[in-house]
């Protein structure tokens, strides 16, 4: 088993333990986009130079009031044990467990704008019809889209978003 | 047998002589009676003697030695013969010896132009064959460059159109920034999701 399994298996199981499962997964899944998305984030958690408690102050300052006590005391761990470029990877990976629990799927669905809740429970709705499974919605705030969805199911990509009509554009005059 | 003809001959005439000389003596010796004393006239029976033993020795002389001297003279004339002819045959030899470096001088010459004209037709051959490899080559040459050229075009083109879509595509984004507002792009969430579902 490697890092990320033993370290998703280990925090499912705490929130489980501490029925706040479902509020992990999405506390968790969204610094991990965040640490994804900010190269600036993530060089301070991954700097070797700085000392463990610098790093872990930075995830303090940051979460500290903003997240349950499990998540922010996994991620502290995590970026403690020297693992933060771990920690996108570590979260997708509870997400997963967890709605594997459920028996559903996971969509990470990228938009420009927050979704709606009507508009997350349709989405959930077409997904199942199209996958034939029940669908978790995890969106994903992201301006390179620039307008429309692009959800990925698994190693499915349902993209129908601006750039990538922009795109087409690009490779039909091209 | 190795006295020669002359020799014998000035011997007998000598012979001769002398027993003339006998003769006439005996003759003068008769005539004069008694003159024993005479220098010219010697003794008869010398001169008979001398003449018979002449006669004997000329006899014996015709009889053995002329066929002799016929025999060498005749083994001398065929012996001259015989070199004459092997003169002759060898002059024949070296005539014919003559006529055939004659004949193979000629056959040099002709041998000589034959050579020379193969080798000018060679040189002929060689030079059109290297006509005709340089015109490929040329050909080949004009070919490539063309397809050089030609996909030089292409690639321009290509470049050329790639460049206007990007430009295009940035231009379009730049205009979509501007017109995609939140109630847009919530529109845009919704079609999708109609989409999604008309799709199924």
Same mark, same amino acid.
């Given at each position: ?32 986009? !965040?640490?994804? %998305? ?5 060089? +301070?958690?991954?700097? #070797?130079? /700085? @000392?463990?408690?610098? $790093? ?14 499990? !998540?922010?005391? %996994? ?5 403690? +044990?020297?693992?933060? #470029?771990? /920690? @996108?990877?570590?979260? $997708? ?82 | ?200």
């Amino acid at each position: 088993m490697n890092i990320v399994a033993t370290y998703a298996n280990a925090i499912h199981e705490i929130a489980v333990a501490e029925k706040r499962l479902e509020q992990v997964e999405d506390e968790l899944f969204r610094i991990g986009q !965040a640490v994804e %998305a900010s190269d600036q984030l993530r060089a +301070a958690l991954t700097d #070797a130079s /700085l @000392p463990v408690e610098r $790093r872990q102050q930075v995830i303090e300052d940051i979460l500290k009031g903003k997240a349950s006590p499990t !998540a922010f005391g %996994a991620v502290s761990m995590i970026v403690g +044990a020297g693992h933060a #470029a771990d /920690l @996108p990877a570590i979260a $997708r990976a509870v997400v997963e467990k967890g709605a594997a629990m459920r028996n559903h799927a996971v969509a990470e669905v990228r938009s420009a704008v927050p979704l709606t809740d009507d508009q997350r429970t349709r989405l959930a709705a077409a997904l199942k019809k199209t996958t034939g499974k029940d669908v978790e919605i995890k969106v994903v705030i992201d301006a390179t889209v620039l307008g429309g969805i692009v959800t990925q199911i698994g190693d499915t990509v349902i993209d129908g978003s601006v750039r990538h009509r922009l795109n087409r554009v690009r490779e039909t005059l091209g | 047998v190795s006295v020669s003809y002359p020799t014998i001959f000035v011997l007998a005439q000598e012979a001769e002589t002398e027993e003339e000389t006998h003769a006439e003596g005996d003759e003068a010796h008769a005539e004069e009676g008694h003159h024993e004393n005479n220098f010219f006239y010697g003794d008869i029976n010398e001169v008979i003697w001398g003449s018979v033993a002449f006669a004997i020795i000329f006899a014996v002389f015709l009889w053995k030695g002329v066929p002799a001297v016929k025999k060498v003279m005749l083994k001398q004339q065929e012996a001259i013969a015989a070199k004459i002819a092997a003169a002759e045959a060898t002059k024949a030899q070296e005539e014919a010896e003559l006529a055939r470096l004659t004949a193979s001088l000629g056959n040099a010459d002709e041998e000589a132009a034959r050579i020379v004209a193969d080798a000018r037709e060679r040189a002929e051959v060689v030079e059109a064959d290297l006509k005709r490899r340089a015109e490929v080559e040329i050909q080949e040459a004009l070919q490539r460059t063309r397809i050089e050229i030609e996909a030089s075009k292409h690639q321009a083109l290509a470049d050329l159109r790639e460049e206007i879509a990007a430009m295009t595509v940035t231009a379009t984004e730049a205009i979509l920034k501007d017109m995609l507002n939140d109630s847009v792009r919530s529109s845009l969430v919704d079609r999708y999701i109609d989409q999604v579902g008309a799709a199924s």
